[in-house]
Nanobody, 121 residues
Framework: VQLQASGGGLVQAGDSLKLSCAAS????????MAWFRQSPGKEREFVAA????????SYADSVKGRFTISKDNSKNTVFLQMNSLQPEDTAVYYC???????????????WGQGTLVTVSS
């Protein structure tokens, strides 16, 4: 499966941004898709995930209540709506996929190219 992330940009603290990840190459019935992020000097961290068939969702504690993951089955696309962005949210955001619907915060083996989100204070 190929993943194409888009939607990053430069925003101010408190602003919102919506990322998209389009998947192609195969059907996604038993798959999970996720967003991870990596800030300079830090390890890549889990942000949010959703299962394709049942829409089960998981969030990192740091984004609960501010970020919302969703999907459009007809477009094979996953979205990450990010509200109340803070400078600490600055990172390259990656979408990822795996053929499994357990342990949603890890184990992904397909990755998109990343999209940069910069939040200024």
């Amino acid at each position: 499966v190929q993943l194409q992330a888009s939607g990053g940009g430069l925003v101010q603290a408190g602003d919102s941004l919506k990322l998209s990840c389009a998947a192609s190459g195969r059907t996604l019935g038993s798959w999970a898709m996720a967003w991870f992020r990596q800030s300079p000097g830090k390890e890549r961290e889990f942000v949010a995930a959703i299962t394709w068939s049942f829409g089960s969702i998981s969030y990192a504690d740091s984004v609960k209540g501010r970020f919302t993951i969703s999907k459009d089955n007809s477009k094979n696309t996953v979205f990450l709506q990010m509200n109340s962005l803070q400078p600490e949210d600055t990172a390259v955001y990656y979408c990822a996929a795996k053929y499994s619907t357990i342990q949603l915060n890890s184990g992904y083996n397909y990755w998109g190219q990343g999209t940069l989100v910069t939040v200024s204070s």
